[in-house]
């Protein structure tokens, strides 16, 4: 199973080895630093994401850790809410975001070397070019209501599933 990063899958899929999408890993990274990050921190950490189809889980871990062991005074430091002094909140928010979204779905991005026997993808590439083909069909039919679109798009499923 190849997943795009909604976190309930995870669990219906439990006994399935599970691939997360490292095309959308990055779009989340970069949604969380920004395509040009002005930090250092921001900076090292976007780089060490785009070098995710390039390596194996090991070593990305590794530079992950050698990362967080870096940067960690910065990632908690704290500022207090200047409309309440007893409310602070950290500092660098969206640094953390992505540093703890890469290190939630870690076990998830390189599956696909662990199990290479089964050919899982690294991305959903495929699926979503598939998919957006389907959305084209159904576009063109759009006089459709919702209960014909889903038969038309379960035959075209069960046609291509039939077909080799």
Known sequence: ?????RPGAKRVFADV???M??????????????MKPKLP???ELRELTNTLTKT??????????VWYEHWSPFLKEKTYNQDNSKRWEYTHQRTRSAYYSLKTNLPYLFTYQKYPNLHIPNTTNSLDGYFSHLKEL?????GLNKQTKRKMIDEILAKAKSDP
């Open 21 to 34: 999408c490292q095309f959308h890993q990055k779009q989340i990274i970069n949604r969380r630093l920004t």
């Open 138 to 142: 159904t576009k063109l039919h759009r």
């Open 56 to 65: 194996n889980e090991k070593e990305f871990s590794q530079r992950l850790n």
């Open 1 to 5: 199973v190849i997943l795009d990063g």
């Open 17 to 19: 080895p599970v691939q």
């Open 41 to 43: 921190a921001s900076i």
